[in-house]
């Protein structure tokens, strides 16, 4: 399904800003080695600051000896102790970065969920008994929903979708459109947590921890789970006006038929006995909810492990609330995830065939950290330049300065906020890898809302809605040549400018309406999600000296 027919043309260039987009970012080096380039840039930083004095006042320490607040100086990479901690913690620094676990936790489940063809089989049956004139909002919900399916979602649910609305008489184009602006643009909406959140949470975890502002804050990976229910149901009108009254239009009636060199009687890139699959999905469903009851027992049933009912113990009535016995519960969804998708997964692969046996499990298992080696030599530098940012002390240093000016400027967070989402709009069309972005900028943006009075929660949240939005129109997402191969396939003239002009209004009211809802809900003080509020307050000062 991914590979081009030999007779493809090769996309074409782009002029004018979106070309030098493409030419600039083609320019940059892999993330991989983008990271030591800023570890070696760092380290030169770290010595000019450290030479100059640059310090900061810790917001939550206290000095013992005078009682003043903790200065916090600048500290040189070069530093004796510090050349030491490099080599000695380089696997502790590597093993116990906290995205790592959290990831390969996940992934390890999703594999077979994706390998026995069980994704791709739901997000399949999902979209093709859509009713033709809810054809867009179905498949614009279900490719914010595939969002959980990794590969599945691009490689499935795109093509699928032109198919459908070929069969259905409407243009292929405009089904590919709104497919690819809910998979990729709409990439954080969803109605629940999963490997994404896993993924953000676990760096933000790892930025505060670094700047040692709130030691006892760990993530939650349910953190923004009502903030992503809430854009997928914005996103979803906007999707679908965008397709049927600005694409749609625009790219005229279509009269080439139902198929582009596949069968128009069974449109379904999954292919397999309709019977056998349907079978399949029932049984995977089973196991979901079997998991599901599981872990609702062990939140009701008499003496649960996932309720910390001491949690309240010797607190004040109104200090206390029900998400601080919950955290057990918050805590435990990546496993939980795991189990679901693992479940689900195994119960489709025996229904239909695709797993035989306890090996095959295991195999697809394994093939899927396999497909997680670039993650794992990415996250092997992301860690090291997250580390050696900490023990310098710049990254909080930096936090604390920057807050200082923003403060001094009068703006008002929610519109700080809005301002964060733009600028990591304008990030993503340079560098594509939503982890690598996130990496670079949570150890100073985290602990700098932090000392604004913004949560953790709240600065991945904002980063989320600015990640997402302009992933349609840079053709450095990694998936964007996939893309205009699916479009080529319908018409072969499409190239890569044609592609970001049919996304761009996608993108453009995505941004818009993402900024407009991240700045209401932070003026209103709605919580991200359970045990999640949007706003923060550091701890009392001396409490974590």
Known sequence: MA?????????????GFLG??????????????????????????????????????HPTSIDEATGAPLQIDAVSLLAADNIQRLWVEMPKTF????????????MLGAGVAER??????GMASAVKGAPTALLTPVVALVAMLGNHAADAGYVVLIPLAGILFAAAGRHPLAGIAAAFAGVSGGFSANISPGQLDALLFGITEEAVAASALDPSWTANLAGNWYFITAMTVLYLPIIWYVTDRVI???????????SAGMDADNPDPTEGDAALTSKGLRHAGLAALF???LWVAMVFAPGTPLVNEAACDGAAAGDCSIHSQLRPLYQSLVAAFFLLFLFAGWAYG???????????????????????GYYLVLAFAAAHFVAMFSWSNLGLISAVHGAAAIESTGLPLPLVIGLMVLFAALLNLFVGSASAKWALLAPILVPMLMLLGISPEGATAAYRVGDSATNIITPLMVYFPLILIFAQRWQPNFGLGSLTAIMLPYSVWLLISGVVLIVAWFALGIPLGPDAPAEYLLPVAGAGG
């Open 3 to 15: 590979s081009a027919a030999s007779d493809t043309p090769k996309p074409e260039g782009m002029t």
């Open 291 to 293: 998991v599901v009851g």
């Open 20 to 57: 030098w987009i493409e030419r600039s970012g083609n320019k940059l080096p892999d993330p991989v080695f983008l990271f030591f380039y800023l570890i070696i840039a760092l380290i030169a930083i770290s010595v000019i600051a450290a030479l100059s004095g640059v310090s900061a006042l």
């Open 95 to 106: 093993t116990h970065f906290h995205p790592l676990g959290y990831v390969l936790v996940v």
């Open 248 to 258: 749609e239009p625009r790219l005229g009636a279509w009269t080439g038929g139902a």
């Open 116 to 121: 026995s063809g069980f994704f791709a089989a």
């Open 350 to 372: 025996r229904a239909t065939g695709s797993i035989k046996d306890h090996r095959d499990l295991v195999n697809m298992m394994a093939e899927s950290m396999k497909d997680m």
